[in-house]
């Protein structure tokens, strides 16, 4: 029987893959926009440091879900399921094919799989938690979440307040832990999704593209734009957007707790640990085909080909 929905595509992969290369010729070849999936992307002001798309690579292709936050507000993953969708929908109506790239697993499942109906955010009891920790240490409400959830402190590690302090809220909202909303029944998304993993064969060479991106946005000014994100009253160490791989490094860098060489090695082993991380959670995407964007090319356009035939 054949699948009525409309096509979208979903490029993902870990970082320094080679997504935003394949997603701007994509989404030329088939006048499209991309909708951006990446947790540090929506934050206006980071930009080297998230290898955010500059003005000559998005010079006329409309990127979607970049720069819709300032570094201190809050972005989570349902507002971007909801704001995934609403520009899917959108392209869809236009006759065109949604183009999906990012490395964030979170935001593509809460898009693909959809979110549970949880509690939406409570602004003081998630300031009261926040002061908590500062003031009890992250491990010590990790220590409690084990107690009221178990199955989410397995998943959530102690260093991650973020996700701590959600699980935590929800718990103290609903009286239920996170882990049974999350195992509630998802809908059916509305899209027919293909869905390739970019990822370099040898993990040698994804951990020197990591390296030679790292010493490139150097060049190109990083500790430069963190010192302006400092300078900003409002941005402290436990923002979201501040503990963004890389910029996490040079903020603490930059108030002199490493030095430049320390710096650098401390940043790369941070964003050699999220590619690991990233490939981890892609390994369950079991619908999802894995190629090298670098060896399998033709692969890639041919899969691309025979998915939008299937239409």
């Known amino acids: 029987m054949q699948d009525a929905r409309p096509p979208a595509i979903a490029?993902?992969?870990?970082?320094?893959?080679?997504?935003?290369?394949?997603?701007?010729?994509?989404?030329r070849r088939l006048d499209t926009e991309v909708i951006s999936v990446d947790s540090a992307l929506v934050y206006r002001g980071l930009d080297i440091g998230s290898a955010k798309p500059d003005a000559?690579?998005?010079?006329?292709?409309?990127?979607?879900?970049?720069?819709?936050?300032?570094?201190?507000?809050?972005?989570?993953?349902?507002?971007?399921?909801?704001?995934?969708?609403?520009?899917?929908?959108?392209?869809?109506?236009?006759?065109?094919?949604?183009?999906?790239?990012?490395?964030?697993?979170?935001?593509?499942?809460?898009?693909?799989?959809?979110?549970?109906?949880?509690?939406?955010a409570d602004p003081a009891l998630r300031e009261a938690l926040r002061a908590r920790g500062a003031e009890e240490g992250w491990a010590a409400l990790h220590a409690e979440l084990a107690r009221v959830d178990p199955s989410a402190a397995a998943r959530i590690h102690a260093t991650d307040p973020q996700r701590i302090s959600r699980a935590l809220e929800v718990h103290a909202l609903t009286g239920q832990p996170i882990s049974h909303w999350q195992a509630a029944p998802r809908r059916r998304f509305p899209f027919r999704v293909l869905k390739l993993v970019?990822?370099?064969?040898?993990?040698?060479?994804?951990?020197?593209?990591?390296?030679?991106?790292?010493?490139?946005?150097?060049?190109r000014g990083f500790l430069d734009?963190?010192?302006?994100?400092?300078?900003?009253?409002?941005?402290?160490?436990?923002?979201?957007?501040?503990?963004a791989v890389g910029y996490r490094q040079a903020w603490v860098h930059l108030a002199g707790g490493s030095d430049a060489a320390g710096f650098r090695e401390q940043a790369i082993a941070a964003t050699r640990q999220l590619a690991k991380r990233q490939l981890t959670w892609l390994r369950g995407e079991f619908d999802?085909?894995?190629?090298?964007?670098?060896?399998?090319?033709?692969?890639?356009?041919?899969a691309l080909g025979r998915f939008l035939a299937r239409g």
Do not use: C
């Open 198 to 219: 970019l990822a370099p064969a040898d993990r040698g060479e994804l951990h020197a593209r990591i390296a030679a991106r790292f010493d490139a946005m150097l060049a």
């Open 288 to 302: 999802a085909r894995w190629l090298d964007p670098q060896r399998e090319r033709p692969a890639l356009d041919q």
């Open 56 to 120: 000559v690579e998005r010079a006329g292709i409309v990127h979607r879900l970049i720069d819709v936050r300032d570094p201190d507000q809050p972005y989570s993953a349902a507002d971007f399921a909801r704001e995934g969708l609403e520009a899917m929908r959108e392209l869809a109506a236009r006759g065109r094919i949604p183009l999906l790239a990012g490395g964030t697993g979170l935001y593509f499942r809460a898009l693909l799989d959809g979110l549970s109906p949880m509690p939406e």
């Open 225 to 243: 734009e963190v010192r302006a994100l400092r300078a900003n009253p409002r941005l402290h160490a436990e923002l979201p957007a501040i503990r």
């Open 11 to 27: 490029l993902m992969g870990p970082t320094a893959s080679g997504k935003t290369a394949l997603a701007l010729d994509w989404a």
